[in-house]
C-alpha cells in the first residue's frame, strides 16, 4: 500500500495535467497561440526524460561501488523509461514544430541535443546487447553510461546556452517566465512534470521486476 | 611517470613496427582530400572548408582509435596486467592518441593548403583549437576504443559508441576553427577556448576515473 502512493498520484497529475491543460486560460502570444499549451505535454517530457537518464547515471555509479546486479537492472530499465520519454517529446516537438515554424526539423541546438541523446542512447543498448556475461556486460555498460550522460549534459544543458535558438524563452524569443503573470501555465507544468516522473518510476520499476524475474 | 614513458615509448615503437597503419592513415588522407579536389573544381568557401576538415579528421581518428587497443586486448590482455596497471595504461594511450591526433590534423590541414589554400588567419588561434580539439577527440576515442576491445572482436561498435559523444567536441573545436579562419583574436575567442579546455579537463578525468572498471577481467 505504502509503495503505491506514488503511482496513484502520479496518475492523477497526468490525468490533471492533460484535462486542465486543455481547459486552462492561456497568455495569448503572438504566433505562439493556443500552441502554448504544448509546454505541458512536451517539455514535461524531457524533464521526465532527464530524470529518468539520472536515476539511471546514478544507478549505474552504483554498480561500480557494490557490484550489485540489481543495479545494473535498475540503470537499464530507466534508461529504457528515459528513451521512451526522449521519443515522445521528439513527436510533441515535431508536430509542434510543424504548424509554429513552418519545418518539422530545423537546425536548432536543442533539437540537435535531441539527436545527439537519442543516439547516444541507442549506442548504450547496441553495445548491452552486443556482450552475454551479465557481470561484464553490466559493469562495461556502466562505464558508458556514466560517460554518455555526462556528455549529453553537456550537449543538451551547457552548449545550447552559448548559441540563440528558436525555442521560446531563447534568443529573444518570449518564454513562459516573462509573460506569464499569474503564474497559470506553471500550476499546470510542474504537476505535470512530476506526473510524468512518478509514472516513468513506476513503468520503469515493472520492467526491473520482470528482468529480475527472467534471470 | 615512469612506468607512463616506458608505456609510450612501447607503443611508438608498436606503430613503426605496424607501420602499414601510418600508411593506410596517409593514403585515405590524400585519397579523400583528393577526391574533394576532383569533385569540387573550385576553392571552397571558409566555412565548406572548415566543414570538409573536420569530417576528414573526425573519420580519420575514428578509424585510427578502432586500432587502439587491438594490441593489449588481445592474447596479450593478461600479459599487460602484470606490466602496467589500468591508470598507467589509459594515461599513455590518452597521450600517444593526442599525439596522433595532432599529427593527423595537421596533416590534413597541411594537405587542404595544397588543394584548396590556406584561408586561416589567425594561425596560432587555429593551432590551439587542432590541440584542444586532438585532446577531446583522443579522450572520447581511447575509452570508447577500449570498451569496444572488451566486448571482443566487434570493431564497428566502437564508432558507433564515439560518435555520438564526439559531437559536442567537434562542435566546439569547429566553431574555434572558423573564429581563427575569419581572424578573431585569441582574447575574443577565450569564452570558446576556455569551454572546450574545461571540457576536455572533465572528460579526460572522467575517463581517467573509469577506465580501471573497464581493464579487468
Wanted: aromatic share 16%; no cysteine; net charge positive.
Amino acid at each position: 500500500m505504502k509503495g503505491s502512493i506514488y503511482k496513484v498520484l502520479g496518475l492523477l497529475l497526468v490525468a490533471y495535467s492533460l484535462i486542465y491543460g486543455l481547459l486552462t486560460k492561456v497568455p495569448e502570444l503572438p504566433i505562439i497561440e493556443e500552441s502554448i499549451r504544448n509546454l505541458f505535454y512536451h517539455v514535461s517530457m524531457w524533464f521526465a526524460m532527464v530524470a529518468m537518464m539520472a536515476a539511471s547515471f546514478w544507478n549505474a555509479i552504483r554498480f561500480l561501488g557494490t557490484e550489485d546486479l540489481a543495479r545494473d537492472r535498475r540503470s537499464i530499465s530507466l534508461a529504457e523509461m528515459g528513451m521512451f520519454f526522449s521519443f515522445m517529446g521528439l513527436f510533441t516537438g515535431m508536430v509542434w514544430a510543424k504548424y509554429t515554424w513552418g519545418a518539422w526539423w530545423t537546425n536548432d541546438p536543442k533539437l540537435n541535443g535531441t539527436a545527439i541523446t537519442i543516439l547516444i542512447y541507442l549506442a548504450y543498448f547496441v553495445l548491452r546487447n552486443s556482450m552475454d556475461d551479465a557481470r561484464k556486460k553490466a559493469r562495461i555498460s556502466a562505464v558508458y553510461n556514466i560517460f554518455a550522460f555526462v556528455m549529453m549534459i553537456v550537449f543538451i544543458g551547457i552548449l545550447p546556452r552559448m548559441t540563440d535558438s528558436l525555442h521560446p524563452g531563447n534568443g529573444g524569443n518570449p518564454g513562459f517566465n516573462s509573460y506569464d503573470l499569474d503564474n497559470g501555465l506553471r500550476m499546470v507544468f510542474y504537476p505535470a512534470v512530476l506526473g510524468w516522473i512518478f509514472v516513468g518510476t513506476w513503468i520503469a520499476s515493472l520492467r526491473y521486476r520482470l528482468k529480475a524475474l527472467q534471470e | 611517470m615512469q612506468t607512463i614513458i616506458r608505456l609510450l615509448v612501447r607503443f611508438i615503437r608498436q606503430e613503426v613496427r605496424n607501420s602499414n597503419v601510418l600508411f593506410s592513415l596517409g593514403i585515405y588522407l590524400l585519397g579523400v582530400s583528393y577526391l574533394i579536389y576532383l569533385l569540387s573544381g573550385s576553392t571552397p568557401s571558409d566555412s565548406v572548408w572548415n566543414t570538409l576538415l573536420w569530417v576528414i579528421v573526425f573519420f580519420g581518428s575514428v578509424q585510427l582509435s578502432s586500432r587502439s587497443f587491438e594490441f593489449e586486448s588481445g592474447p596479450y590482455f593478461y600479459y599487460f596486467q602484470t606490466i602496467a596497471n589500468a591508470k598507467h595504461t589509459i594515461i599513455a594511450k590518452m597521450l600517444f592518441n593526442v599525439a596522433y591526433m595532432m599529427f593527423l590534423s595537421t596533416a590534413t590541414w597541411a594537405l587542404f593548403s595544397v588543394f584548396f589554400g590556406n584561408p586561416v588567419y589567425n594561425t596560432a588561434l587555429f593551432f590551439i583549437g587542432l590541440i584542444l580539439g586532438a585532446t577531446g577527440f583522443s579522450v572520447v576515442l581511447t575509452l570508447t576504443s577500449g570498451i569496444a576491445h572488451r566486448t571482443r572482436g566487434n570493431t564497428t561498435l566502437g564508432a558507433i559508441l564515439a560518435i555520438p559523444l564526439l559531437f559536442p567536441v567537434i562542435q566546439l573545436t569547429s566553431a574555434i576553427n572558423l573564429q581563427a579562419i575569419v581572424g578573431v583574436t585569441l582574447t575574443d575567442a577565450a569564452n570558446l577556448l576556455g569551454t572546450l579546455v574545461t571540457l576536455d579537463m572533465g572528460i579526460g578525468l572522467l575517463a581517467y576515473l573509469l577506465f580501471p572498471y573497464l581493464w579487468q577481467d
